[in-house]
C-alpha cells in the first residue's frame, strides 16, 4: 500500500519559517508527481506546490511563489516544502499528494492525485 507521511508542521509567528516533509513508501518514487496542498476546515483544498521526482519543473500557487520552495530527495522517497517569510494567511492543514499514473506535466489540479497523507498543522501568528 501506498503510504504518505508528512512532518514538519508548527505554530510558529508570522515571518518565521518552516520546512515540511513527506516520506512515501510502497510507491515507486522515479517520475511522479508529488504536490503540496492546504486546507482550511470549511474551504476547498488549494495547491501549493508540485514537483516531479527525479527531475523537471516545479509549479507554485501565486500566493506562494518566492516564499515556498518544493524540493525532492529521490533517494530518501522524500519531499519537501520550505516555507518562509509566513503569514497568518498561510495558516492551514497541510497535504502531501502523490500521483498514480505518471502524467506527462505535473500541475496543481486536485483531480492529478490519488494518495493522500493525513496532513500537518501550520500554524501562524500575527
Known amino acids: 500500500d501506498v503510504q504518505l507521511v508528512e512532518s514538519g508542521g508548527a505554530s510558529v509567528q508570522a515571518g518565521g519559517s518552516l520546512r515540511l516533509s513527506c516520506a512515501a513508501s510502497?510507491?515507486?518514487?522515479?517520475?511522479?508527481?508529488m504536490a503540496w496542498f492546504r486546507q482550511l476546515p470549511g474551504k476547498e483544498r488549494e495547491g501549493v506546490a508540485a514537483?516531479?521526482?527525479?527531475?523537471?519543473?516545479?509549479f507554485y500557487s501565486d500566493s506562494v511563489k518566492g516564499r515556498f520552495t518544493a524540493s525532492r530527495d529521490d533517494a530518501l522517497n522524500t519531499v519537501y516544502l520550505e516555507m518562509t517569510s509566513l503569514k497568518p494567511e498561510d495558516t492551514a492543514m497541510y497535504y502531501c499528494a502523490a500521483d498514480r499514473s505518471r502524467p506527462a506535466s505535473c500541475s496543481l489540479r486536485l483531480d492529478l492525485y490519488d494518495y493522500w497523507g493525513q496532513g500537518t498543522q501550520v500554524t501562524v501568528s500575527s
Open positions: 514537483i516531479r521526482t527525479g527531475g523537471g519543473p516545479t
Open positions: 510502497g510507491y515507486i518514487f522515479n517520475s511522479h508527481c
